[in-house]
Structures are given as C-alpha cells and as structure tokens.
C-alpha cells in the first residue's frame, strides 16, 4: 500500500472490467466452472456492471486504513504505521485449521474494533460459513496443496 500523502475519504472510482469467462475455471483441471465448489454460475454478474456505491463499499475499509495510515504518519512520524503493520503482521498469523470459527481479539485491538459490535460478532462471518466446508479441501488450500 502507498501512503505518501493520501487523505483521500472515499475510494478511487475504478472501472472493474474483468473476463469472467477466463477467470471462471482458473484453477481447475480442466479450466471449466467448478459448481460443487465455487456455487452456481450467474450470467447476471457477468452483464450488468457493478454499481458504483458498491465499488466504494467493497473499498471502504482499505480506504480508511490508508487514510489512518497516513494520519498517523504525519502526525507521529514513519515509525508509527510501520510498527503498527509490523504488528498486525505478527498477530495476523493463522493458529488454527481454517474450518475452525477463530476470533482474532489482538488484530481487533489494533484495528480499533473492540469497542464495537458488528454483524460478525453476534451472527458470526458470513464469509466462512463452517458448516459447507470442506475441513481436508479447507487445509488443502492453506497448505498450497489442492488445485485452487
């Protein structure tokens, strides 16, 4: 990430252009869409374009780290955000099998997200829903030993 300077509030407005065709069996054996594993496949996403308040939202969290970043940078000096990313660094290393539901109290700390309650800290991540993974595909990808 470049901090020189950014103050930026809202996320740069970029244009998300991708071949989903190509990108739809990238990592499979055969180079076609893996529907056990990555769900069923939407034309939809493929047509319509992304709305531009989603492209802020998917963004807005590393906006706002980068526009802290700075700040600190500016107000304490270099040393400050490099020690911060050298810790979150350090606390950010995986002490479990990915299947596990894992809370990772320290980074939550260092974020500044302990005085909060969000989605996740009630309903838990809806990213890693634990009871459709696959423990053995789960660890597979950790390790860099399966196909995806």
Do not use: C
Request: glycine share 8%.
């Amino acid at each position: 990430m470049s901090y020189e300077g950014s103050m930026r509030l809202l996320p740069t407005r970029q244009s998300s252009t991708t071949n989903s065709i190509a990108e739809a069996g990238r990592g499979t054996e055969y180079g076609v869409h893996d529907t056990l594993r990555q769900g069923l496949k939407s034309i939809r996403g493929e047509v319509v374009a992304r709305h531009p308040v989603d492209e802020i939202d998917s963004q807005w969290k590393q906006t706002q780290e980068q526009l802290k970043m700075t700040m600190q940078r500016q107000t304490f000096g270099l040393h400050a955000p490099l020690r911060l990313q050298m810790e979150k660094v350090l606390i950010n290393q995986v002490r479990r099998i990915p299947v596990l539901p894992t809370r990772n109290l320290g980074l939550e700390i260092l974020e500044g997200r302990d005085t909060t309650i969000d989605y996740e800290d009630f309903l838990g991540d809806p990213s890693m829903p634990t009871d459709m993974m696959d423990p053995h595909a789960a660890m597979e990808r950790a390790l860099g030993l399966g196909p995806i």
